[in-house]
């Protein structure tokens, strides 16, 4: 599966921007999409994950009631919509697949398959 990500920029805080990973070669709606981040200098962190068998979706503590993460199956495309955006929210992103669902979706270890990362920078 090739991952591509778009959309990162520049923004202020307070503002919102909307990032795209699109996947060549395997359907989303057959896999466990998710976005990590990593900022300068820290480790990569999850953001957010689909679980596909149970049409739920997960968020770090640290983005819940700002991001929201969404899927089109027809474009073969998930989305990480980010409202309210913080200076804290400066990173690469990065949208990553593994095949089935895992309890530890939250570890970057247990995904297959990485994206390119779209930098994200908020400005204060």
């Known amino acids: 599966v090739q991952l591509q990500a778009s959309g990162g920029g520049l923004v202020q805080a307070g503002g919102s921007l909307r990032l795209s990973c699109t996947a060549n070669?395997?359907?989303?709606?057959?896999?466990?999409p998710s976005w990590f981040r990593q900022a300068p200098g820290k480790e990569r962190e999850f953001v957010a994950a689909?679980?596909?068998?149970?049409?739920?979706?997960y968020y770090a503590d640290s983005v819940k009631g700002r991001f929201s993460m969404s899927r089109d199956n027809a474009k073969n495309t998930v989305y990480l919509q980010m409202n309210s955006l913080k200076s804290e929210d400066t990173a690469v992103y990065y949208c990553?697949?593994?095949?089935?669902?895992?309890?530890?979706?939250?570890?970057?270890?247990?995904?297959?398959?990485w994206g390119q990362g779209t930098l994200v920078t908020v400005s204060s």
């Open positions: 689909i679980r596909s068998d149970a049409n739920r979706i």
């Open positions: 990553a697949t593994r095949v089935r669902w895992n309890v530890q979706y939250y570890s970057p270890a247990q995904y297959e398959n």
């Open positions: 070669g395997r359907t989303f709606s057959t896999l466990t």
